[in-house]
């Protein structure tokens, strides 16, 4: 069965320490991977995505993120955390040829303490 | 920049009522989704359409709901009777699906309460 898993519910770093938050993904075809960014009361935007190539990318905000096929994962990284990082992320992995839906994870909350 | 927008921002309505909930995609977007996310819980795609059909549909979708696109430029979700387990954040998503045009921007989401 296609899935999402983001192991961590709710994260807390302290301003400027360094953050990753994790996903895994069970899938049959070869995924397209994503992660979105929720701010409260807000909708869902893209930080970065990867299709194919060089597993290490860069999405906006100085997030980035490393595409590891032989663990199916595709952890969010960010060397230095802001207060306004402060919200839920989260990974969806998609197919091209499934009728290009997403399957979210269940979401990670991120807390920023000063 | 180009946004997908979504109205009403919040829905009120009494259980067994119709709803409408819309959407107005991207422009130059040819594929439309919909997804709901129920308070507290993961998001969930709900439909896919393109070319003016269904592509796909989750089991969440069934007869109680309905997708069109009336014109140009709206993209609608329609709950025909709604049930308190409707209750939940609607979100409109299109994309261009050519190559990198493959991601879906997501709209800021219709806040819908069953009564």
């Known amino acids: 069965a296609q899935s999402v898993t983001q192991p961590d519910i709710h994260i807390t770093v302290s301003e400027g320490a360094s953050l990753e938050l994790r996903c895994n993904y069970s899938?049959?075809?070869?995924?397209?991977l994503f992660w979105y960014v929720q701010s409260p009361g807000q909708g869902l935007q893209l930080l970065l995505k990867y299709f194919s190539g060089d597993t290490l990318v860069q999405g906006i905000k100085g997030f980035e993120a490393e595409f590891k096929r032989s663990q199916s994962s595709f952890n969010l990284r960010k060397p230095s955390v802001h207060w306004s990082d402060a919200a839920e992320y989260f990974c969806?992995?998609?197919?091209?040829?499934?009728?290009?839906?997403?399957?979210f994870g269940q979401g990670t909350e991120l807390s920023v303490k000063p | 920049e180009p946004e997908v927008t979504q109205t009403p921002s919040h829905q009120v309505t009494q259980m067994g009522q119709e709803v409408i909930l819309r959407c107005v995609p991207i422009?130059?977007?040819?594929?439309f989704y919909w997804y709901r996310q129920i308070l507290g819980q993961k998001v969930e795609f709900l439909v896919s359409?393109?070319?003016?059909?269904?592509?796909?549909k989750s089991e969440i979708f069934d007869d109680q709901f309905s997708v069109e696109r009336p014109d140009g430029s709206n993209f609608t979700l329609k709950i025909r009777s709604t049930k308190l387990e409707d209750s939940a954040m609607y979100f409109c998503a299109s994309s261009g699906r050519t190559g990198a045009s493959y991601e879906q921007y997501f709209g800021p989401g219709t806040r819908l309460t069953v009564t």
């Open positions: 899938y049959g075809a070869t995924p397209y």
């Open positions: 359409f393109y070319n003016n059909e269904i592509s796909e």
């Open positions: 969806a992995v998609g197919s091209y040829n499934q009728g290009g839906k997403l399957i």
């Open positions: 422009s130059n977007h040819l594929y």
